[in-house]
């Protein structure tokens, strides 16, 4: 069975700071997939990002990044000089990546970011 | 162009009440996912659509739960006998085919509140 873990349920900080995400997952599967979502207060998912297991290779995306660490079965991601408008839900997701897999995604419980001016 | 669309945005029923939830797809979208979210957790699988076929729906919690998705393109999640347990938001994402590869596009969902 799959099992996506974020351990912080909240994390509040003050524009500007860096802040970092952890994601920490459980799967059988030799290939599968990450992802992390945004879900701002209009509740739609929106995607951040999606890495397969044989890809360890850490991305920068502007002010995101994130940290892939197959030893760990973690995927955390980083805000560097966060803004208000980066209070939002984030999600971690996870999915197998087998030659039947269609996608189903397991997500994590999320973390509640909150940026103040 | 259109994104997922998900209506209505908010549906109110009573306990026992039979409710319709409806998930348009980006179009040409072959690959159509419901998922269930309980406040302060993340989304759950309920069922997977590929084409107008019900590929998987293990993550249906009863058989109060049906969807259909009969012309491959519109689905309709179906709850029978409402339970307050029940209540949450449903999502409903499209991907151009079903695989892992693939991006999944969410709607902004429908907030089911039972009384």
């Known amino acids: 069975a799959q099992k996506v873990t974020q351990a912080q349920t909240e994390i509040s900080v003050v524009e500007k700071e860096d802040v970092t995400l952890d994601c920490v997952y459980e799967t059988r599967d030799t290939t599968y997939y990450l992802f992390w979502y945004k879900q701002p207060p209009s509740g739609e998912l929106v995607f951040l990002i999606r890495?397969?297991?044989?890809?360890?290779q850490n991305e920068i995306s502007g002010r995101y990044s994130w940290n892939f660490q197959k030893s760990t079965s973690s995927f955390n991601f980083t805000i560097t000089a966060s803004q208000v408008v980066d209070s939002a839900v984030y999600f971690c997701a996870l999915s197998d990546g087998g030659g039947t897999s269609y996608g189903k995604l397991t997500f994590g419980q999320g973390t509640i970011l909150t940026v103040h001016p | 162009g259109a994104g997922v669309s998900q209506t209505p945005s908010n549906k109110v029923t009573e306990k026992g009440k039979y409710v319709e939830l409806r998930c348009d797809p980006i179009?040409?979208?072959?690959?159509l996912y419901w998922y269930r979210q309980s406040l302060g957790q993340g989304p759950e699988f309920l069922i997977y659509f590929q084409g107008t076929g019900a590929a998987d729906d293990s993550g249906l919690p009863n058989d109060r739960f049906f969807a259909v998705r009969p012309e491959g393109s519109v689905s309709t999640l179906k709850i029978q006998r409402t339970e307050r347990g029940d209540s949450a938001v449903y999502l409903c994402a499209s991907s151009p085919q079903g695989s892992s590869y693939n991006e999944q596009f969410f709607g902004p969902g429908t907030r089911l509140t039972v009384l």
């Open positions: 179009s040409g979208h072959t690959a």
């Open positions: 890495r397969n297991s044989f890809d360890e």
